[in-house]
């Protein structure tokens, strides 16, 4: 009797290690199956989920972290739309994304070498009376004419002559090459130099260069301060006397 008891107690544990076993089994069957699906983005950025069974709008946006009026809008999802979701059926999670360039993206376009300028330009050369000598023409201060001007470039290739005037206006020469040029000025008789007259210069093309000259009287040619003409009476006066003095000197060897 007791023999029967072991038996049949072995084989209902037995039986409830075979269930145990059927239903470890199955659930573990079941976990392995439940997994969650990751969206991947397409190539041309946007991102795309698949519909799986018993998914709903919301069960969809909080597991890609959208909100379920954004799913709804994405998909143009209305209504119970949301009800009736097919296994299978795409939703749009998110839309393409236009790229920012950075700094390092944008190409930064190469900046024109500037091209030399040749050409031609202007000298003109002012000669004033510097009456104040202050080496500065001023308003007031006349030009100079008669004064002999000369422009030569280094290689000697240019050598322009003139001759100053009284119009008031500087003499010029135009249509000179850009280059280095020495300005010179003979200032004219009676006149002497208030300001240097040699001039270095470095015309630009497209350039108007204008050199003050200054020279004033010299001392010889200015008059003599409190200096009075002679009167020709005087030297009639004079004769006078010198006749009476001889006169006076006969007499008195008369008397004598």
Not at 5 to 27: D, E, K, M, N, R
Not at 34 to 63: H, M, W
Not at 65 to 75: C, D
């Amino acid at each position: 009797m007791i023999k029967r008891q072991i038996q049949a107690l072995g084989l209902f544990f037995v039986a409830f290690l075979v269930i145990l076993a059927v239903i470890s089994t199955t659930g573990s069957s079941r976990i392995a199956q439940a997994f969650y699906y990751t969206p991947t983005p397409q190539p041309d950025g946007r991102v795309i989920y698949i519909v799986k069974e018993n998914d709903t709008c919301i069960s969809i946006a909080l597991l890609n972290g959208i909100t379920e009026q954004e799913l709804r809008s994405l998909n143009n999802l209305e209504g119970d739309d949301c009800l009736y979701l097919i296994p299978g059926r795409e939703l749009l999670i998110l839309e393409k994304q236009e790229l920012t360039p950075t700094p390092e993206d944008v190409e930064t376009p190469a900046e024109p070498t500037p091209t030399p300028f040749k050409g031609n330009g202007t000298i003109c050369i002012y000669l004033f009376n510097d009456e104040n000598g202050n080496a500065m023409a001023e308003e007031n201060e006349l030009p100079i004419a008669g004064g002999e001007v000369s422009v030569t470039d280094r290689l000697s290739t240019v050598n322009l002559i003139g001759t100053t005037d009284a119009s008031g206006e500087p003499i010029c020469f135009e249509d000179i090459p850009e280059g280095e040029y020495n300005l010179s000025v003979a200032i004219p008789e009676g006149y002497n130099p208030t300001t240097t007259m040699n001039y270095a210069l470095f015309l630009s093309a497209g350039e108007i260069s204008v050199i003050d000259f200054g020279a004033q009287p010299g001392s010889s040619a200015l008059p003599i301060f409190g200096e009075e003409k002679t009167s020709p009476w005087l030297a009639v006066l004079g004769l006078f006397f010198i006749g009476a003095g001889i006169g006076f000197w006969f007499y008195a060897r008369k008397i004598v």
